[in-house]
């Protein structure tokens, strides 16, 4: 009994061994390409070109950084990506919780069928609304514009669907002494339940951000101006060898490096607060 005992800590030692040293090395796969790509931007063309895996610059150099800011339209890409990447995240915080809690919580005809048209668009590929979503945002009048941009993008589905759940784990009892002190629906909805959506919001936030960050289809179909042009198509444009002959993976890697650090910065910071989609908010 004893021997047995003494054996057991030693096969859960080699077992827990085994495992961190697996997630280290699916951590070192997911991590690698990132390596490569901040390793990259620092080459030169040459050094790029003859060993693009090589984590060791031969020599450093950060003229690919100063081509792109100096020498290239992108601090205007990069200005577009913010304003619309802000006015995006800010509407659909608005505007996804305002019909999440719509549909959790008021009762009209036909709240059923909106439900079901929700769900079924957010099964619908975003390739398939690309020509509708031109000929709408066209005949809106609205077309290579920062309306025709942020307006299509200041809802989403899967938003709504994620408020409208948390709202529904929210016991309406929280709701009745607003009620009884007259407060109407907009109040009850913005003083009382908004602030216990917190880990919600933080999620929508989130996911907002780096969607319209990211964004690239809707931008293609949206707008054509130089003056409009987002990250994500200018650095698109580089693959077609806008700035200068050659390959180009310095400035191409630089100009994604640049990209994703407002992400990772955004994910960083609100990671703790990201909300468990299987868990409630509170339990009555």
């Not at 079924?120 to 690309?130: D, F, I, K, R, S």
């Amino acid at each position: 009994m004893n021997r047995t005992t003494r054996r057991l800590p030693r096969k859960e030692l080699a077992w827990q061994t085994g495992l961190y040293a697996l997630l280290i090395l699916l951590a070192l796969v997911y991590v690698y390409p990132f390596l490569v790509q901040l390793a990259t931007s620092v080459k030169t063309e040459a050094d790029a070109a003859a060993d693009p895996v090589s984590l060791i610059p031969d020599p450093l150099t950060w003229a690919a950084y100063g081509r792109l800011f100096l020498r290239s339209d992108f601090p205007v890409w990069f200005a577009n990506s913010a304003v619309v990447t802000v006015l995006v995240t800010a509407g659909r915080v608005f505007f996804d919780s305002l019909a999440g809690y719509a549909l959790a919580r008021l009762r009209f005809r036909g709240r059923g069928v909106v439900y079901a048209a929700l769900v079924a668009v957010m099964a619908v590929p975003t390739v398939v609304l690309l020509i509708p979503k031109f000929l709408v945002i066209n005949q809106l009048g609205i077309y290579d514009s920062y309306a025709g941009m942020v307006l299509p993008l200041l809802v989403d589905a899967a938003g709504v669907f994620i408020m409208k759940n948390f709202f529904e784990s929210i016991p309406t009892s929280v709701e009745e002494q607003a009620r009884i002190d007259g407060a109407g629906t907009f109040r009850i909805f913005w003083s009382v339940v908004l602030p216990m959506a917190r880990p919600a919001l933080v999620t929508i936030v989130i996911l907002s951000f780096q969607g319209s960050w990211n964004e690239l289809s809707h931008f293609i179909v949206s707008a054509q101006s130089p003056s409009l042009t987002t990250l994500t198509k200018g650095v698109a444009s580089l693959a077609s060898g806008q700035l200068s002959q050659g390959s180009q993976y310095p400035i191409k890697l630089a100009a994604a490096a640049i990209m994703t650090v407002p992400v990772a910065v955004v994910f960083f910071v609100f990671q703790r607060r990201i909300m468990n989609t299987s868990q409630g908010a509170v339990k009555e």
